[in-house]
């Protein structure tokens, strides 16, 4: 029988999920497919009993359905738990796992597209939504000496770095989202990683001024729709500088092996 997975959340139109999945289980060779299901809210539950019903094996879940998941699961692994999000979901008989292959998706695109060690590293985290939240684990498993954390929303950062002391015991401080304190840090830092969402949109600059950047530095930028501005002119600046499709490549690939324990 065809095996079913796929991807929720809202809007999902533009998610490259299904693409990935498709050109992975082909690879795979095996008789399954992946379907995009856009999820508002309010009918997560039901939604989320039909396709069980259905016989959906595995799902990513996507934005704004990572947090709100976590009441409908019968399970969470520790990870997930740690971080309080939820990006993959495998099911089995009719019970529902929660995991979360963000954190090491983000980790293995350090290692395998950045050649970034980040033990020891000072690392300057932009933003303290859900994205930085995976990646600021992944920095305080890897072992990172330092994460200096700035956001436009400056209790969201004292709220991430009070989370991350708690939870990983890192050394790690919130940084103003001024000129003058994130010039410092940029400075200061081996790794500067941007999970903000300045870089989505076509127009969009760069979350701080490349100029700052010293040669060498290493810049991930989880931002996957197209090649940011701080990329480039990292690059330009002499940087070891990624886009976020690494990342979106090993999450992804971290799910399919959960959902079907084979590796694309
Ligand atoms: N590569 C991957 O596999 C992968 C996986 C997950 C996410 N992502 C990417 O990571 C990014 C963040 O996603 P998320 O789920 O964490 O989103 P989110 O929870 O909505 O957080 C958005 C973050 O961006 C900041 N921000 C938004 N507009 C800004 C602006 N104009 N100037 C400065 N900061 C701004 C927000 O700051 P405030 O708190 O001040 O609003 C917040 O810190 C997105 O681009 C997403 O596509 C990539």
Redesign the pocket.
Known sequence: MTRLFGVIGHPIAHSLSPAMHTAALRALRLDACYGAFDVPKRFLRPMLRALVLAGVEGLNV??PL?EAVIPLLDRMDPTARAIGAV?TVVIRNRRLIGHNT?AA??RR?LVEDLRCNVRGARVLL?????????AAWALAKAGARTVWVA???PR?AARLVRWLRRRAGTRCAAVA?REEALKTAVRDADLVV???????RPR?GS?IDPAWLRRGTRVYD????RETLLVRAARRRGCVAA??????LY?GAASLRLWTRRAP
């Open positions: 996507t934005v990572k990006n963000d998706g983000f695109a932009l933003g303290a939504g859900g994205a930085a939240r995976a956001n436009r929303t969201k989202w941007n999970a903000t969402t300045v870089g989505m969009d979350p989880l931002v996957y729709h886009g976020g499709v690494s990342m979106l999450q």
